[in-house]
């Protein structure tokens, strides 16, 4: 498909409409306030018990993470690319691929196509 049309290896999230319905439905509260950038990154597995873990215990200054499932909410009270949780880092973690989008998208998806 997209590697063997423009060669270019392009990982590719996919989340049901259902499923993202449950994740906007089941999202946990937002620990640093209203006023903190929520963002999801969704990840193509489910993370390991120890990088449940490592990702629920993030403590970085004015930066939250926790894991629902395959997928990892990230509220920054600071600008995102200031922040230490990039997706990279998420990836790592985790130990799969993953791909972050802001809630206001995630939501928006999840009206349209829920």
């Known amino acids: 498909m997209i590697s063997g049309a423009f060669g270019l290896d392009v990982p590719?999230?996919?989340?049901?409409?259902?499923?993202?319905?449950?994740?906007?439905?089941?999202?946990?509260q937002n620990p640093l306030g209203a006023e903190?950038?929520?963002?999801?990154?969704?990840?193509?597995s489910r993370p390991g018990a120890g990088a449940t873990?490592?990702?629920n215990s993030w403590d970085?200054?004015?930066?939250r993470l926790i894991v629902t499932g395959r997928d990892v909410h990230l509220?920054?009270?600071k600008p995102s690319h200031e922040a230490k949780a990039s997706n990279a880092r998420i990836e790592r973690i985790a130990g799969t691929v993953a791909?972050?989008?802001?809630?206001k998208v995630v939501t928006a998806l999840a009206e349209k196509w829920g």
């Open 75 to 77: 509220w920054f009270d």
């Open 12 to 28: 590719a999230i996919v989340r049901t409409p259902g499923e993202l319905s449950s994740l906007v439905e089941a999202a946990p």
């Open 36 to 44: 903190a950038g929520h963002y999801v990154a969704f990840l193509r």
């Open 60 to 63: 970085v200054d004015l930066e």
């Open 99 to 103: 791909t972050s989008r802001g809630w």
């Open 53 to 55: 873990r490592e990702l």
